[in-house]
């Protein structure tokens, strides 16, 4: 597992994958909630279009069981439509256009089955971002490359405070007793996952 502090590293690591065939390649990054998995996504793929390579997204939170239709305690895992995500990543890989479902933060709910952005990659390079992103074995064995985005704590904690409150419109006591209980169950999980990484990239550190 390499470690880098810098997008010039990670752009490097990509450049090595990148190859003259027509065949997608798909990088998963991985992380915990509020890590800045989709800031760190944008970047990079500002830096490799300029460089001439296509790229795609996508974000796995589209993907997430509205609120009211999860089981109660249910895990990280568990939130998400796992066989959904499998079988549309399967056809964006085999060159079909897809509609990922529409998820709503602040309501935590799905407002869409079929969202109306098409998302299709030829040729170039897949992004696949999500904090379960490393955490699915089907996904691993079709990727190419995979990076976990690190951040301290302190920061995570923080971010995650002010998402709770400001984003999801959650009160401040019940923001800290959600966030509790995710530290124990899928903060655990997907710092786990750090393992499957190629890569981490921590520029905090």
Do not use: H
């Not at 010039?8 to 990509?14: D, F, P, R, S, V």
């Not at 998820?103 to 869409?112: A, G, H, Q, V």
């Not at 696949?128 to 920061?155: F, H, K």
């Amino acid at each position: 597992m390499k470690i880098a502090n810098t997008n010039a590293q990670i752009i490097n690591e990509i450049n090595k994958i990148i190859s003259s065939t027509n065949i997608p390649k798909v990088v998963l990054v991985g992380g915990c909630s509020r890590s800045g998995k989709s800031t760190f996504v944008r970047e990079i793929e500002k830096e490799v279009n300029n460089a001439g390579v296509l790229t795609e997204a996508l974000s796995l939170d589209n993907w997430l069981i509205s609120i009211e239709n999860r089981k109660r305690s249910s895990t990280v895992i568990e939130r998400y439509e796992i066989s959904r995500i499998v079988q549309s990543i399967k056809k964006i890989l085999n060159r079909e256009t897809i509609f990922p479902p529409v998820y709503n933060p602040e309501l935590r709910r799905r407002t869409s089955n079929s969202g109306n952005i098409p998302k299709y990659i030829d040729y170039g390079i897949l992004f696949i971002e999500g904090t379960i992103a490393l955490g699915i074995e089907q996904l691993r064995n079709m990727s190419d490359y995979s990076i976990y985005v690190d951040i301290p704590d302190n920061i995570r904690i923080e971010r995650l405070m002010d998402f709770y409150t400001n984003t999801k419109k959650v009160d401040l006591e019940k923001s800290k007793k959600i966030i509790l209980e995710r530290e124990n169950e899928e903060v655990l999980f997907i710092k786990n996952t750090m393992q499957y990484a190629n890569l981490v990239y921590n520029k905090y550190y």
